[in-house]
């Protein structure tokens, strides 16, 4: 049973630091793809960083591109989300999600391209 558990959300000030984590349990897969969605208040959930195709490559959304990074460290199965020069625009409940198989370049990541998700931890960015 694929299980995943977020940490690291709080509550900082615009241009602060936050580095979020989320370990995963259960799964083996080769090409996974794994990352983080975020859903503001009153908005539909968006894409924001991610690793595809076994972590040989990355995605980041536009809004993001520059201030947050991406990583994993395979042995303790855990994925890291740093995010610097926070905004308050960034203010929201982000998710960590995780799947299998392998995706063309270009691939645009979609909640509907994830089977296991985690339970949320919050950021919130105080202008």
């Known amino acids: 049973q694929v299980q995943l558990a977020e940490s690291g959300g709080g509550s900082v000030q615009a241009g602060g630091s936050l580095r979020l984590s989320c370990v995963g349990s259960?799964?083996?897969?080769?090409?996974?793809?794994m990352g983080w969605f975020r859903r503001a208040p009153g908005s539909e959930r968006e894409g924001v960083a991610f690793?595809?195709?076994?972590?040989?490559?990355?995605y980041y959304a536009d809004s993001v591109k520059g201030r947050f990074t991406i990583s994993q460290d395979n042995a303790k199965n855990t994925l890291h989300l740093q995010m610097n020069n926070l905004k308050p625009e960034d203010t929201a409940m982000y998710y960590c999600?995780?799947?299998?198989?392998?995706?063309?370049?270009?691939?645009?990541?979609?909640?509907?391209?994830?089977?296991?998700w985690g339970q949320g931890t919050q950021v919130t960015v105080s202008s």
């Open positions: 999600a995780t799947d299998y198989g392998w995706v063309t370049m270009g691939w645009i990541p979609r909640e509907s391209d994830f089977a296991y």
């Open positions: 259960g799964y083996t897969y080769r090409n996974y793809r």
């Open positions: 690793v595809y195709n076994g972590g040989a490559r990355t």
